[in-house]
């Protein structure tokens, strides 16, 4: 296994930090995670230049100091043949990991028939500084562990009045009334560049989405749900469980075709 650390490519899986880093004692890191399409940084769908801003966002609000940008665009290039899907960490001291991993064995799959979601409720689950993607990934974490024994692939994260935020992993969609519907960021959720990205496609195409607050009501009139993210890009939720419920929802809705329309490459 190879991985680009502080500018140097390493190989293996262990990685040297002072047992007082605060990227080990506090989760004080940012990070992104992309997918490269084409082996190429540059490509229209890997979209660099937002993965890159979403990193400065969060060192310039935190305070803390930039890497050297050349340096962690050299580790992704090292990287990216043997690895479809990056992630870049940027620690509070300037140093910064780059590590690869494959795309899901079972995506295709998981794209046509959809996957199965739990409702996280409860403070354990919620997600500490969410309009930033750090490293203190604990409370999301722990609702992805909690959804697996619950028989699902995801989680769906709520916030104290009960409406629906984003699952643990990524943004939700659902259609209802002929319109696509995601959760506002004003809720307190990540802002995701595939969010952002769909929101652009869809407004190209002349489609307007909602963005209004998803309170447990309002999930029964959805005709379609989903999530999305950098490397699974639009997968349907089939199944949402809850402690005492469930609902089944149809991952093969024909509106699901303007959301996989954003990432044709033609």
Known sequence: ???????????????????????????????????????????????????????????????????????????AEALLEDHPVLRITCLPDGRELVTGRSLPSDLETMQTQGI???????EMFGRSQPAYKTGN???AWLAL???????????????ALGQWLETSTGNLWGWANGQWHTPSLAAGLLPGIVRSHLMEHLRQQGEQVNQSPWPPGVIQRFEVLAHSNSGVQVVPIHTVLGDRSKLEVNPQHPALAALRAAFSEN
């Open 145 to 159: 562990q909690a959804a697996q024994r619950h028989g699902a692939r995801e989680a769906i994260l709520v916030n």
């Open 116 to 122: 199965a979601a739990w409702v996280a409720r409860g």
């Open 137 to 139: 990934y604990l409370g």
């Open 1 to 75: 296994m190879a991985y680009w650390f502080d500018g140097q490519l390493c190989q293996g899986s262990d990685i040297a930090l002072a047992v007082n880093d605060p990227a080990l004692i506090y989760g004080a890191t940012v990070f992104t995670t992309l997918r490269i399409y084409d082996q190429s940084l540059d490509h229209p769908l890997t979209h660099w230049v937002a993965h890159q801003q979403r990193l400065v966002h969060g060192l310039t609000n935190f305070g803390w100091p930039s890497p050297d940008w050349g340096r962690v665009r050299q580790g």
